[in-house]
C-alpha cells in the first residue's frame, strides 16, 4: 500500500530554517505519483499551495508568498521530496502537508485537486 509521510517540522524562532520530506513509502523503485506538492493550512484558515515539482523533475513551481525563500527539490532514489524553507516567519505557521497526484503530468499550486492522496502532515510553527 503507497503511503506518503511527511516529516521535519517543528518550532523554531523567525529567520531560522527548516527541511522538510515527504517520503513515498510501499512504491518499491518508482513512484505512482507524476507530480508531488507541498500545501499548507494554518488553523481556521484554507488549505494553500506552496509548491509543487514533477516526478520526472523537468518542473517546479512555488507560491509567490514563498519565492526566493523555499525551495522544493527531490530524490528519486529516496521516493523524497523535499522543501527546504529559509527565513522562516510566524505567518509560515501552519501543518504542511505533501499530495501526490496520479492524474497531471504537470504541477500547479493553484489546482488543489489534482492531487488525489495526502499525507498526515507535519507542523511547523515560527514563533519568538
Known amino acids: 500500500q503507497v503511503e506518503l509521510v511527511e516529516s521535519g517540522g517543528g518550532l523554531v524562532q523567525p529567520g531560522e530554517s527548516l527541511r522538510l520530506s515527504c517520503t513515498t513509502s510501499?512504491?518499491?523503485?518508482?513512484?505512482?505519483?507524476?507530480?508531488i506538492a507541498w500545501f499548507r493550512q494554518a488553523p481556521g484558515k484554507a488549505r494553500e499551495g506552496v509548491a509543487c515539482?514533477?516526478?520526472?523533475?523537468?518542473?517546479?513551481e512555488h507560491a509567490d508568498a514563498i519565492k526566493n525563500r523555499f525551495m522544493i527539490s527531490r530524490d528519486s532514489a529516496k521516493n523524497t521530496v523535499y522543501l527546504q524553507m529559509h527565513n522562516l516567519k510566524p505567518e509560515d505557521t501552519a501543518v504542511y502537508y505533501c499530495g501526490g497526484t496520479t492524474i497531471a503530468g504537470m504541477c500547479s499550486v493553484n489546482i488543489e485537486r489534482w492531487y488525489d492522496d495526502w499525507g498526515q502532515g507535519t507542523q511547523v510553527t515560527v514563533s519568538s
Open positions: 515539482i514533477t516526478s520526472d523533475n523537468n518542473y517546479a
Open positions: 510501499g512504491s518499491g523503485a518508482t513512484t505512482p505519483y507524476r507530480a
